[in-house]
């Protein structure tokens, strides 16, 4: 899910850009916050819903073709070209009505004051460092239940649902409570560990699938002087890309289930206890390049590009993100997690992958038919091919990468994606709950352990604590699995 | 004429005031009665909590934390700050030696240099500055342990930012560091109408350096130096912690919170967490640090003026 969906995981600056950040400064303090909540007692009389079309094979959710359609796009890692072009498509389907597409940075600052008036546009890709809360916005039934758009016939072929073209996972991410799915994730991200199969090669390797192995291979690098590991030491909820697949690897599924639903003692299953000590393995033994818990997204990316480490946990976007830093004969990888024996719950393979760049329609939004016909067109495989051949990503559509020339990284994303089959976990933490997931788990905890200063049961312990803390909090809201 | 004066007064005043009330006390008073809300930010509907978000602000650990960095932002960075500008400005313009055919009170050779330097960290934005400080105390390339590999200190390493013992110090270090230039050239100006007959006069009495300092300069900069550290001390408080720390640390706040400030967590909660209600409990909070500093750093300074 392209640079965009690292600024979803991440808060640095550097390709977030630094712009925002000074934008935000004028923001912040306490005028700022009385300004805001001007906002919220200007909301007025919602705007009037556009009446509803005809129903026909070509247009099943029955679009006026005569309404406006308002569609606001994140303009991040993946451009605006592959929307524009969706674009022209809904304009040439409904040749009547005027689009009106905009490209912004700034999801929030631009939107948050029309959800709060009740005018919002009828499609949003609600993404990047602005992203607004997708929680809240359940919570406060501002979005509207895509389910018509995914009982609707696909683009491609009317005998087949949307919903049946998607791949694993993406419908259920859009759900929080119950059936109704509030968002639909467009991109497609395969999170996992990535390396240049070169290096491998040059160590005369094949990649790890023990963590005996794994440590194996560590000890040879470091004779190299290589390390085995770096990862993303300023934000260290990157970990968890690689942790988190084999917590469900040698666990099974539900112990990652039972720390997203924040169960009682979740954290304390032993699989979580053998993979934190497999990690901090890697610390003990100076595995990880030296200085990176002081390293951010970037920086980590960039030694690792450059042959100081072996390994990164990373998701997808770091081929477009860091493809200035990878050398050209870098051959980049990436691989489910190694395991730790034949006890281990789950098959090797099983990794992490799931949807990226969140688009929705807002309840109040005066032609949510034209925004799902808008995500219907997105969803053709014509659209899905031009995106991933464009912005270097998988779509949601199930396939779309036949007939077109994959980069390395991609490539061996949909081979790691045909390994695992069905063996997809999808840890929900860092959509459900952001502030335990990022701050209080990755920063104050992983982040700690890998630095050395916390050793796997204290860290344990303290994120038990955390996690136990926000089953209490009433102050955000819980979601389940189903 | 005395009869419609304060008529007259009013009737110019209404205005500005009107205006003043509008943009500065009315949003006030809106943000304090948010604080009262479960306001989310995210939806127009809200209803009154009563005192839920101060309580449960109390209880909050970060919300501590982030108070205790924020007071000693407001201390500290003021204070090295203004005594480190104080100290360049004196050099540059009373500090040095007299020279064969010069006046009696000049600054250190070279001063005109040093005041260009001084002041370029000023012409560069905060965030640009956060930014480059980044790479400085990046520990695997940065220039700062790549100095210390170059002098031979392999063995000193430091984690800079990585490391919660010194994460704080290194994000205040910057805040000087491109505060103190303005200081520098404030303080100079200051100095610059302090009669030169005054410290002829203390030259001839056999002070030094140190003497002159605190018998002449101090006392007459007194004013500037009071607006100064009120100034400094809102600059460490709002915005500018907020940049540095935003941009700088890891997690942004970390590791482990050491370095969250007052600022950032109203930014996470309102933006991030979508507690805009939270938010301005906490914002109230800090609007309450904010006045307490600066009440406490007038009456503190509060000194005889000197005419001159």
């Known amino acids: 899910?392209?640079?965009?969906?690292?600024?979803?995981?991440?808060?640095?600056?550097?390709?977030?850009?630094?712009?925002?950040?000074?934008?935000?400064?004028?923001?912040i303090s306490v005028p700022t916050m009385s300004f805001l909540s001007a906002c919220a007692s200007g909301g007025g009389d919602d705007q009037k819903k556009a009446e509803a079309g005809e129903k026909s094979a070509k247009n099943p959710l029955a679009v006026n073709d005569g309404a406006q359609m308002e569609f606001v796009l994140f303009d991040g890692g993946f451009g605006k070209e592959y929307a524009e072009d969706a674009v022209k498509l809904y304009e040439k389907a409904f040749p009547k009505a005027k689009v009106k597409f905009a490209a912004t940075q700034k999801i929030q600052s631009t939107l948050q004051p029309r959800f709060n008036g009740g005018n919002p546009p009828d499609l949003v890709d609600n993404s990047g460092a602005e992203q607004m809360d997708m929680g809240v916005l359940v919570g406060k039934k501002q979005l509207a239940d895509l389910t018509p758009l995914l009982d609707a016939p696909s683009y491609d072929d009317p005998a087949k649902k949307v919903r049946d073209t998607l791949r694993p996972g993406i419908v259920e991410m859009g759900?929080?409570?119950?059936?109704?799915?509030?968002?639909?994730?467009?991109?497609?991200?395969?999170?996992?560990?990535?390396?240049?199969q070169k290096a491998l090669d040059s160590l005369d390797a094949e990649y790890p699938k023990t963590w005996d192995e794994m440590l194996a291979l560590c000890e040879k690098a470091k004779k190299k002087g290589v390390a085995g590991w770096t990862y993303a030491g300023k934000y260290p909820y990157y970990i968890p890309f690689s942790m988190s697949p084999m917590i469900a690897k040698v666990g099974g599924r539900e112990v990652l289930d039972a720390i997203d639903n924040l169960e009682p003692n979740a954290w304390k299953h032993p699989a979580v206890k053998t993979v934190f000590e497999a990690w901090y393995e890697l610390y003990k033994k100076g595995y990880v390049l030296k200085g990176t818990p002081?390293?951010?997204?970037?920086?980590?990316?960039?030694?690792?590009?450059k042959g100081k480490a072996l390994f990164i946990p990373n998701g997808s976007w770091v081929e477009n993100e860091s493809a200035k830093v990878i050398p050209a004969d870098f051959d980049l990888a990436v691989s489910a997690p190694p395991g730790i024996d034949d006890s281990d719950k789950m098959p090797f393979g099983t990794i992490w992958a799931s949807g990226g760049e969140p688009f929705i329609v807002p309840a109040k939004a005066a032609n949510g038919a034209g925004?799902?016909?808008?995500?219907?067109?997105?969803?053709?495989?014509?659209?899905?091919?031009?995106?991933?051949?464009?912005?270097?990503?998988?779509?949601?559509?199930n396939g779309g990468t036949d007939g077109i020339e994959l980069t390395p990284g991609l490539k061996s994303g949909v081979a790691a994606l045909?390994?695992?089959?069905?063996?997809?976990?999808?840890?929900?933490?860092?959509?459900?709950?952001?502030?335990?997931?990022?701050?209080?788990?990755?920063?104050?905890?992983?982040?700690?352990?890998?630095?050395?200063?916390?050793?796997?049961?204290?860290?344990?312990?303290k994120i038990q604590g955390y996690a136990d803390e926000a089953a209490k909090d009433s102050s955000i809201k819980h979601y389940k699995h189903q | 004429m005395q009869h419609g004066k304060y008529r007259f007064i009013v009737g110019f005043l209404?205005?500005?005031?009107?205006?003043?009330?509008?943009?500065?006390?009315?949003?006030?008073?809106?943000?304090?009665?948010y604080s009262f809300t479960d306001w989310t930010g995210l939806s127009p509907e809200f209803k009154m909590v009563g005192f839920d978000n101060y309580s449960r602000m109390l209880d909050d650990d970060i919300f501590w934390k982030s108070l205790q960095h924020s007071v000693m932002f407001a201390l500290l960075v003021p204070l090295v700050t203004l005594s480190l500008a104080l100290f360049f400005s004196f050099m540059i313009n009373v500090g040095g030696r007299r020279r064969r055919g010069g006046p009696a009170i000049t600054g250190v050779r070279g001063s005109g240099f040093y005041k260009i330097v001084y002041f370029f960290p000023q012409v560069l934005s905060i965030a640009i500055v956060a930014l480059l400080f980044q790479f400085a105390y990046n520990p695997d390339s940065g220039a700062i342990n790549s100095l210390l590999r170059g002098i031979g200190l392999d063995s000193v390493q430091p984690l800079w930012l990585g490391d919660p013992d010194i994460a704080l110090w290194c994000v205040m270090a910057v805040l000087v560091w491109s505060t103190v230039g303005f200081f520098v050239v404030l303080f100079s100006a200051g100095m610059a109408s302090i009669p030169a007959e005054l410290y002829e006069a203390a030259l001839l009495d056999g002070a030094n350096r140190a003497t002159t300092f605190f018998k002449v300069t101090l006392p007459l900069l007194w004013d500037t130096v009071q607006s100064g550290w009120v100034y400094m001390g809102i600059l460490a408080l709002g915005a500018e912690s907020f940049a540095v720390v935003q941009i700088m640390t890891t997690g942004p706040g970390g590791p482990d919170y050491s370095t969250t400030v007052m600022v950032l967590y109203v930014y996470q909660k309102a933006f991030r967490d979508g507690q805009a209600a939270y938010a301005t409990t906490i914002g109230v909070a800090l609007l309450v640090v904010t006045l307490a500093f600066a009440a406490v750093v007038m009456r503190l300074g509060r000194r005889e003026r000197l005419e001159y």
């Open chain 1, 294 to 305: 002081g390293l951010d997204h970037i920086q980590s990316q960039t030694a690792w590009a």
């Open chain 1, 418 to 461: 045909e390994l695992a089959g069905d063996n997809v976990v999808n840890p929900r933490m860092q959509d459900w709950y952001v502030q335990l997931q990022k701050e209080k788990i990755g920063v104050s905890c992983l982040g700690e352990m890998m630095a050395g200063r916390m050793t796997p049961a204290e860290t344990i312990k």
């Open chain 2, 14 to 33: 209404a205005v500005p005031l009107g205006l003043y009330a509008l943009f500065v006390i009315w949003p006030f008073i809106q943000s304090i009665y």
């Open chain 1, 371 to 397: 925004g799902m016909e808008q995500l219907r067109i997105m969803l053709s495989e014509a659209s899905s091919k031009n995106f991933t051949s464009k912005v270097k990503s998988l779509s949601a559509y």
């Open chain 1, 1 to 27: 899910m392209g640079s965009t969906s690292a600024e979803n995981n991440g808060t640095g600056v550097g390709r977030r850009d630094l712009i925002k950040r000074s934008a935000a400064l004028g923001l």
């Open chain 1, 175 to 196: 759900q929080f409570d119950g059936e109704p799915v509030w968002i639909l994730y467009y991109a497609y991200t395969v999170y996992g560990n990535w390396y240049s």
